[in-house]
């Protein structure tokens, strides 16, 4: 299960553990960044990190799994109106993006077998399900005040996709403990949100929008004038297609896909090759493209390489196609050659196309979600989930 690459990689995450509680954001030389409290989204992703490896009995990721858990039950939880902060500061909107991560370390949890995990999974399905989660629409909202009275009018793909990932992941949790019929009701939701971004990107030749007003109608001119933003850029988001790719591929492995779609993983991953990779003529993936495909942001971002290979992975290991295993190869030349930080096992989070250490949306390497997961998937069999792939590759009585 494990690599050289990968134990560094985990050894440098684990420095981003705060005495204080929660998990710190990591600098560029791996270290923990004084000053900066912890954020919810990064502690929710690194708890779930910690949470795979505890699964293959990696020493003291059981440790920081519950490190990261007793935050998100305490310090970074709201006990007067429920739900979960930004950050330890303890104030701000309520997000449907951070409670996707919360979703998901609560289901890597419980479905690893961690002390807790359950009771963690149940009270952010609960939130989701009453604050965010539209029935009517198939999707989630973005953003409600800190009380959750007043709703956003902004809608937003980016925070659907995690939460296609966290119901998925929260699906097969469930499943793991005979509640199957919850986890039907999960998976048929994620089959809803994908139809409606896959069809939305479908009726733009495989572009897909990512902003949308509060009646869903899409709005592509959204940040234009900010369009390095680290949530919400303006324009076509290359690695969103790739990680909308390999998700709606996973979502096959646990039902039958309906016919529109079945084919979109194969689309979504052609035309993110086609018109991401270097564009510019310098190696990789742009971080975004305008209406007619040309680079708006040409920076690299880590977590899109991350996204590339996780998706060849998978779409090659359910299909056989060799494309993708050529595809993979070579992208994790460029991985070596570019983004993997020798110092610290993780990969510099930003690049320029030149190969310079870029800042334009990133500064430093804050945690190791998307790096962990892109080197765990060509090493699992594909199912709905990174955890349950995790635990059904770990040999029976050593998890």
């Known amino acids: 299960m494990t690599s050289p690459e990968l134990d560094q990689l985990l050894t440098t995450a684990a420095g981003a553990a705060d005495p204080g509680g929660g998990f710190g954001y990591l600098d560029e030389d791996g270290r923990r960044t004084p000053g900066k409290v912890p954020e919810t989204w990064i502690n929710a992703r690194m708890t779930h990190v910690f949470a795979l490896a505890a699964a293959w009995g990696r020493p003291g990721a059981a440790e920081l799994a519950e490190h990261g858990r007793v935050a998100l039950t305490g310090l970074l939880r709201d006990d007067v109106h429920g739900g979960w902060w930004p950050d330890a500061h303890r104030a701000g909107p309520k997000q449907a993006y951070v409670h996707a991560f919360v979703v998901l370390a609560g289901a890597t949890l419980a479905r690893v077998g961690l002390p807790g995990g359950a009771a963690l999974l149940d009270e952010a399905l609960a939130v989701w399900d009453e604050h965010l989660w539209d029935e009517d629409a198939g999707a989630a909202v973005e953003e409600w005040d800190a009380a959750w009275t007043t709703c956003a009018d902004y809608r937003g793909a980016n925070a659907n996709m995690h939460g296609v990932e966290a119901q998925l992941a929260a699906a097969d949790a469930l499943d793991a403990r005979g509640d199957d019929g919850r986890a039907a009701q999960l998976r048929q939701r994620c089959v809803r949100t994908a139809q409606r971004f896959v069809g939305e ?91 007619d495909d040309h680079p708006v942001v040409p920076a690299r971002m880590h977590w899109v390489m991350a996204e590339a290979l996780g998706a060849a992975a998978v779409l090659g290991a359910l299909t056989g196609d060799p494309r993708y295993g050529a595809d993979h190869e070579r992208w994790s030349a460029q991985v070596e050659l570019l983004l993997r930080d020798p110092r610290t096992g993780n990969w510099h989070h930003e690049l320029t196309p030149e190969g310079q250490l870029g800042h334009t949306t990133w500064t430093g390497q804050p945690d190791a979600y998307h790096v962990v997961q892109a080197l765990l998937l060509p090493r699992l069999p594909v199912t709905g989930s990174v955890a349950e792939s995790v635990v059904r590759a770990v040999p029976r009585g050593t998890a």
């Open 201 to 291: 990107a479908r009726a733009r030749d495989w572009r897909l929008p990512e902003h949308f007003d509060a009646g869903w109608a899409p709005q592509p001119h959204y940040n234009r004038d900010t369009p390095a933003d680290p949530f919400r850029p303006y324009g076509v988001t290359v690695g969103h297609q790739f990680e909308w790719a390999r998700l709606v591929a996973q979502l096959g492995t646990v039902l039958d896909l309906p016919a529109d779609l079945a084919a979109a993983p194969g689309e979504l991953y052609r035309v993110a090759v086609e018109r991401g990779e270097s564009p510019d003529g310098h190696p990789g993936f742009v971080y975004t493209l305008d209406w």
